[in-house]
């Protein structure tokens, strides 16, 4: 069976009148002779309407044979506008006639009084009093010609079958708009789903109503039930006319644009919590539901409905409880709702509940691997001395939001900075979760100044540890901008990028190793060059493999497009770090994302021997005085001369509690960058502690000046021993 979406669009000759696009069409009617009475139509009570005018039947089908005694036409007209055919009975269950039916007796040529179709009706046609059969043509009159064919436009032969087939519409129907429904991933496109498969095949209107918030899963919603109109859908006032194309009859002003409120509160026991608790699609001409609608709509809003069975209320119940309602709505020169579309919006209810209950089920699953991903990887960069950094992440798809691709930038003692990109197998929660673990082994690792060896031998023996599948890549750089150098040990990952400041790029020739988790492995690091302006790019193999490359390809491809980029700034100025990340990016192919990517860029400006201040001071008495002195003359050749008593007193009060424990000679530094900053180290591991001194206490008020005079100080543990560091604001 084919899908038909709902448009606008002007169809192609002969359309299929099982199309739903049909409620938009209109069937010409051939032209009847001047003061010849029309025949009657399906035992409606309506004769079929002039050419223009709207009539009942969208997805009428002509039975086995029917086609057959029509004539050939050379113009297949268009189906009618109206969703559903009326019932020979008159459109009601069990024979009853519809309100819009007009009454025994009403002359040719009167419009029938309830806003319904307009049509001229005759008082014998198909009535329950008269003899004749429903849709038979009047025995009294000679001059009556047989029901047309409302496909075909031509005259069926007598004793055929009306050519409707109202059971096989609503189903052709039902499934279309099931199956459009289903299609939504999210919860707006459900709602759209049904909205554009009701209007305007099923209905002229459609108002959408969900629970404000909508609960997930099993949780047990607090508080009153709230309901807030999401989407409202209608016929458009005006419409292609080529072709065919009429505009729709709209009353003046629009009823239907004068529905819905935005917000209402269900109050226990009023009329609509009982319309909702029955979960089943109620008439609006009802007494629960007519007293259930000043309510959902509003007071000054409920004269807008039309009258009789033109509106019909669903509640929307999901797997447990009732998360909204629908409002089905059809216009006055529509027909009425019968009671089969009862049957109708009870499916397109369920399917959209249930649809929306697992479109919040799936917002939730996101919504937690997301922040599972965000919480697993660096908020912020840190701003480091010497340094410039960038980053991004992606991830394997929309369905995947997490991985185990991380990256970090950890500070360290000496104003140095630790580079850390991995990756972990696979991209699922059990990935993400191994990834956590590891990244904050290697922080801790980080924080005692080991080597980058030992990071990763430590690492290997932790993913060891948590199982023996636990497989992951990993590459730990130090960058030490003083010394303009950088120590890179590597555990099976790509190796890193270095782009120059004249535009070459070079790929860093580094150890390979075997990756994490393997065992009985050693790790080696290499010492190299960082020169100031160069830029280190480290990345996981998300970047640059894929099915369609291997990872010597997808390297030398990110080598090019990094040179590449770096010759648009030209040789003196290199490519600024946010745009470089994007045009790395921009390499990636449409079938280049199989994997997780993690990217960080590093830019490094260095620090100048000439901003650096470095001497050794023996445990002893005179440390401090010597200490002082030795800061008084840098800042003397700096330029400043005002930080001079504030830095004399501080650097006295750090080295004091250095020497008092040290047993070999400490070290002072003094780094001038966009702060100045001094860091005291020795060979005491302990850590020194902030507490409040009594006032008989001879010592403990060191710690406390440094806190309050410097910008920011720390104290970082060392394989050798610690370092005391303050930073103090310049100028």
């Not at 840190?382 to 970090?408: F, H, I, K, Q």
């Not at 930038?409 to 191994?434: E, F, K, Q």
């Not at 946010?578 to 960080?600: K, N, Q, S, T």
Request: charged fraction near 25%; include cysteine; glycine fraction near 10%.
């Amino acid at each position: 069976m084919t899908e038909h979406p709902t448009s606008f669009d002007r169809p192609s000759t002969g359309a299929d009148p099982t199309d739903p696009r049909g409620a938009l069409l209109r069937t010409p009617v051939p032209p009847r002779a001047s003061g010849s009475a029309l025949p009657a139509q399906g035992g409606t009570g309506q004769s079929p309407p002039a050419a223009g005018e709207d009539s009942p039947g969208a997805f009428e089908h002509s039975q086995p044979g029917a086609e057959q005694a029509a004539e050939p036409d050379t113009h297949r007209p268009r189906p009618t506008s109206d969703g559903v055919p009326a019932q020979p009975d008159g459109g009601q269950p069990g024979g009853a006639p519809s309100d819009d039916t007009p009454s025994a007796g009403v002359t040719p040529g009167e419009v029938s009084a309830g806003g319904g179709q307009a049509g001229l009706v005759r008082p014998d046609s198909g009535s329950p009093d008269s003899g004749a059969p429903a849709g038979a043509p009047d025995p009294g009159r000679r001059d009556a010609p047989p029901d047309p064919d409302r496909r075909t436009g031509q005259p069926t032969a007598p004793g055929r079958p009306t050519p409707m087939r109202r059971d096989g519409d609503r189903l052709r129907f039902v499934g279309a708009a099931t199956r459009r429904i289903a299609r939504g991933m999210d919860l707006d496109e459900i709602v759209m789903g049904l909205c554009r498969a009701t209007v305007p095949t099923f209905a002229d209107a459609i108002l959408v109503y969900l629970r404000e918030p909508l609960p997930v899963g099993d949780e047990r919603p607090t508080g009153p039930l709230v309901l807030r109109l999401r989407r409202t859908d209608r016929i458009p006032a005006e419409r292609d006319t080529e072709g065919g194309f009429t505009p729709a009859p709209q009353p003046e002003p629009s009823e239907l644009e004068t529905v819905g409120a935005e917000l209402c509160e269900v109050r226990p026991g009023s009329a609509l919590a009982e319309v909702l608790r029955g979960v089943r699609p109620v008439f609006t001409d009802t007494p629960a539901a007519r007293a259930a609608l000043p309510e959902l709509l509003g007071e000054e809003r409920d004269f807008a409905l039309p009258d009789g069975r033109r509106a019909i209320l669903a509640p929307l119940r999901g797997r447990r409880r009732v998360i909204g309602a629908a409002l089905f709505l059809r216009g006055p020169e529509r027909i009425a709702f019968e009671a089969d579309d009862l049957l109708v919006a009870a499916q397109l209810a369920t399917h959209s509940a249930l649809g929306i209950d697992k479109a919040v089920l799936y917002g939730r699953e996101a919504y937690i691997a997301d922040e599972l991903q965000r919480t697993m990887l660096p908020e912020n960069l840190p701003r480091c001395t010497g340094v410039r950094l960038a980053s991004r992440y992606l991830p394997a798809a929309e369905t995947a939001r997490v991985g185990g691709d991380w990256y970090d930038a950890i500070p360290l003692p000496g104003s140095r900075v630790a580079l850390v990109v991995g990756d972990v197998m696979g991209h699922s929660m059990t990935s993400a979760a191994i990834m956590g673990q590891l990244r904050t082994t290697a922080q801790t690792l980080a924080g005692l100044d080991l080597p980058p060896q030992e990071v990763l031998h430590h690492l290997d023996e932790q993913a060891q540890r948590l199982g023996t599948d636990r497989m992951a890549t990993c590459l730990y750089a130090v960058y030490d901008p003083v010394a303009h150098r950088i120590t890179v040990a590597n555990a099976g990952h790509p190796p890193p990028v270095l782009l120059h400041l004249g535009g070459h790029a070079e790929v860093l020739r580094v150890p390979a190793g075997a990756p994490i988790g393997v065992g009985g492995v050693d790790f080696e690091a290499v010492e190299l060059d960082a020169p100031a302006g160069a830029t280190l790019l480290l990345y996981t193999d998300g970047l640059v493999e894929s099915r369609l490359r291997d990872v010597w390809t997808g390297i030398e491809q990110l080598r090019e497009r990094l040179a590449a980029t770096a010759q648009l700034t030209g040789p003196d100025h290199p490519p600024p770090l946010e745009a470089l990340c994007d045009e790395v990016l921009d390499m990636l192919g449409p079938g280049d994302r199989d994997d997780d990517i993690a990217l960080l860029a590093a830019r490094f400006d260095g620090i100048a021997p000439s901003d650096v201040s470095y001497w050794f001071l023996d445990p002893e008495d005179a440390a401090p005085g010597k200490a002082r002195r030795l800061a008084r003359r840098a800042l003397a050749r700096w330029g400043m001369e005002d930080l001079t008593d504030a830095v004399e007193l501080l650097v006295s009060e750090v080295v004091t509690n250095a020497v008092r424990y040290a047993s070999k000679p400490v070290t002072l530094r003094l780094l001038r960058t966009d702060v100045l900053r001094c860091e005291v180290g020795d060979d005491v591991p302990q850590l020194p502690r902030l507490r409040q001194a009594r006032a008989t206490d001879e010592g403990g008020r060191g710690l406390y000046l440094v806190n309050r005079l410097a910008r920011r100080w720390g104290a970082t543990r060392l394989s050798t021993g610690k370092v005391v560091w303050f930073e103090l604001n310049r100028g």
